[in-house]
T-cell receptor
Framework: QKEVEQDPGPLSVPEGAIVSLNCTYS??????FMWYRQYSRKGPELLMY????GNKEDGRFTAQVDKSSKYISLFIRDSQPSDSATYLC?????????????FGKGTLLTVNP | GAGVSQSPSNKVTEKGKDVELRCDPI?????LYWYRQRLGQGLEFLIY????????KSGLPSDRFSAERTGESVSTLTIQRTQQEDSAVYLC?????????????FGEGSWLTVV
């Protein structure tokens, strides 16, 4: 079992839809959780950064972490065509390798006008 | 510079040739990472530098891969005797100190094609 599992999609939604992206993980030492957005042929760009369990909201984006279920989510409200990209979840543990991001495979999202 | 800079942005090389990929991190960032991303795959950790030292090089796939960092700044990833399976985008990232509690910024990547 991979440490971080993410459905690769692709996911296609109409403009204005609410998008839900998810990752599960197996390593209970993960404490820091991130979502990156990656446009085609570009480097990943940090969207959201959360520590431990709970919710964090930034504009149209909400990140949720449920450590008891080892499950994280990213919600995008009022999705726009410019949100079309690959979304990568990433995690860092609190132990000896607390410098290393472990990534999911990414979910390809297309928002249709 | 304003962000993490990588060069070349694209490289096509013949199988068996050596390639060097360069990364200029954000000024003042002591931590530097190399990741590899194959088509349709997630990011695969290669190596981590803290200053000029590499305390974790566990992700380097074989002894054909090596990396160094000098002046707590520029890093070079070298792939010797390239193989077709080395075709991927090689991403460099940097952060202030370690990753925990600090934002990690990525460059645009070096897109390597081995023919």
């Amino acid at each position: 079992q991979k440490e971080v599992e993410q459905d690769p999609g692709p996911l296609s939604v109409p403009e204005g839809a609410i998008v839900s992206l998810n990752c599960t993980y197996s390593n209970s030492a993960f404490q820091y959780f991130m979502w990156y957005r990656q446009y085609s042929r570009k480097g990943p760009e940090l969207l959201m950064y959360t520590y431990s369990s709970g919710n964090k909201e930034d504009g149209r984006f909400t990140a949720q972490v449920d450590k008891s279920s080892k499950y994280i989510s990213l919600f995008i409200r009022d999705s726009q065509p410019s949100d079309s990209a690959t979304y990568l979840c990433a995690m860092i543990n609190s132990g000896g390798s607390n410098y290393k991001l472990t990534f999911g495979k990414g979910t390809l999202l297309t928002v249709n006008p | 510079g304003a962000g993490v800079s990588q060069s070349p942005s694209n490289k096509v090389t013949e199988k068996g040739k050596d390639v060097e990929l360069r990364c200029d991190p954000i000024s003042g960032h002591t931590a530097l990472y190399w990741y590899r991303q194959r088509l349709g795959q997630g990011l695969e950790f290669l190596i981590y530098f803290q200053g000029n030292s590499a305390p974790d090089k566990s992700g380097l796939p074989s002894d054909r891969f090596s990396a160094e960092r000098t002046g707590e700044s520029v890093s070079t990833l070298t792939i010797q005797r390239t193989q077709q399976e080395d075709s991927a985008v090689y991403l460099c990232a940097s952060s202030f100190q370690g990753a925990s509690g600090n934002t990690i910024y990525f460059g645009e990547g070096s897109w390597l094609t081995v023919v």
